[in-house]
């Protein structure tokens, strides 16, 4: 793959004059969590408090020939922890403690992963991580477009919640910003008209059966309507994760608002392990109700996989049901913004909240400081993982080139 890559660069630069685009990001975080009594009672999560320490960073190229170009994307993440490195019991060596999964969501930088162009070592209270979770190769014709190798697929309007995009997982709800999951495999574009759109995806992953076992692959198709000045048709449809889906997003403009709904069926394992059929539905609305008042609110269903493992919190940061959402952001200053956001589970009363404010320092370089709060605890029984949400305070700097 990065011999094919190498060679149409190569080719490319023979022939025609390189336009080069080069940007990144480098942020560094510290938190102090406090454990959620539950989880240390029932889930073997047995800490009370610790602090969590945070860099990453993106280094972004983008190189422009005549007719094409090559992307590339390169992401560091080092972090530290004493809860990566957990005593032994006398039944032996124990697994990193659930909670750095939440710190770094998303915990998988490459969504669909077939070459392996990675680096990732856990040792004793580190955690090191060095990703190319970007790099494609991609040709533009008038009516066509082909894309292949590592690439981001970004669609869907959800962003606490994108249930029809299962390749790129939404951050809204975590510490975590300037992140994106990589697929790998081939994508073609195809330009019906000015106002339909499809996007073809040929997608592998050997990493659920192992390198030797038999890929898993995703045939996708997303298409995009225009049917109205206002109104936008998505739908998407295909083979993905052993699972055949089918749904769409409907998206529809005012003045200064967004009104759009998202809906997704998921079968069965087509090949027959013991599974649920699952339903995804997704309602929101978006308003910029002044100059500096931002409001998002999302309400959704989740049909919960009760096979699924408690410890992963697969494509859903929270481990909710029946939610809604209410996102405020408001601009005090040109300087300073606040952002709060409360998600509540209507069916186990769980709540959480988060609150963030951000501060420019200068052009390029920002600080904000952050807090996550479980304030009402699910009282079902059948979201165990519920427990596992911490309380955080922390902050962060972040620099842009």
Same mark, same amino acid.
Not at 321 to 350: C, R
Not at 357 to 376: K, R
């Given at each position: ?109 490459? $969504?669909? =992963?077939?070459?392996? #162009?990675? %680096?990732?070592?856990? *040792?004793?209270?580190? !955690? ?98 225009? $049917?109205? =000045?206002?109104?936008? #048709?998505? %739908?998407?449809?295909? *083979?993905?994760?052993? !699972? ?100 509540? =589970? ?56």
């Amino acid at each position: 793959m990065l011999a094919l890559i190498s060679l149409a660069l190569l080719f490319s630069t023979s022939v025609y004059a390189v336009e080069t685009e080069i940007s990144g990001n480098l942020e560094a975080q510290s938190r102090h969590s406090w454990n959620n009594e539950e989880a240390k009672e029932d889930l073997f999560q047995d800490w009370d408090q610790e602090q969590f320490h945070l860099v990453y960073g993106n280094l972004n190229g983008v190189f422009k020939f005549k007719d094409s170009h090559i992307g590339v994307n390169w992401f560091v993440r080092q972090s530290y922890s004493k809860l990566y490195d957990p005593s032994p019991t006398p039944l032996g060596e124990r697994e990193p403690y659930i909670a750095t999964q939440i710190y770094t969501f998303p915990n998988r930088l490459v $969504a669909r =992963d077939i070459f392996k #162009l990675q %680096y990732d070592n856990q *040792e004793n209270n580190y !955690r090191t991580e060095s990703v190319l979770n970007k790099l494609y190769y991609q040709w533009d014709f008038d009516e066509h477009r082909f894309t292949i190798g590592r690439m981001y697929i970004n669609y869907g309007l959800g962003e606490i919640f994108n249930p029809m995009n299962p390749f790129n997982q939404p951050t809204g709800l975590t510490a975590i910003s300037q992140v994106a999951q990589g697929n790998d495999g081939i994508a073609f574009t195809y330009f019906v008209s000015d106002k339909y759109t499809i996007n073809f995806y040929f997608l592998g992953d050997k990493r659920i059966e192992g390198y030797d076992g038999q890929i898993d692959k995703t045939l996708w198709a997303h298409g995009e309507y225009q $049917a109205t =000045d206002k109104l936008q #048709l998505d %739908y998407v449809i295909g *083979e993905d994760q052993n !699972r055949h889906k089918l749904g769409g997003q409907a998206a529809y403009r005012l003045a200064d608002a967004l009104i759009f709904s998202q809906v997704l069926f998921q079968t069965e394992y087509v090949n027959k392990k013991p599974s649920d059929n699952l339903w995804d539905v997704l309602l929101g609305f978006d308003q910029q109700l002044t100059a500096k008042w931002h409001l998002r609110t999302e309400a959704g269903y989740q049909k919960r996989n009760t096979l699924a493992d408690i410890n992963s919190f697969g494509d859903r940061f929270l481990p909710t049901e029946y939610f809604i959402a209410l996102a405020n952001q408001y601009e005090f200053h040109p300087l300073f913004k606040a952002q709060g956001t409360l998600v509540h =589970d209507i069916k186990s009363g769980f709540t959480y909240l988060i609150a963030k404010g951000t501060y420019s320092l200068t052009q390029n370089i920002e600080a904000e400081l952050f807090g996550f709060s479980p304030l009402a605890q699910g009282g079902e029984a059948d979201q165990p993982a519920q427990k596992l949400v911490t309380t955080d305070v922390g902050v962060a700097l972040r620099a842009f080139f």
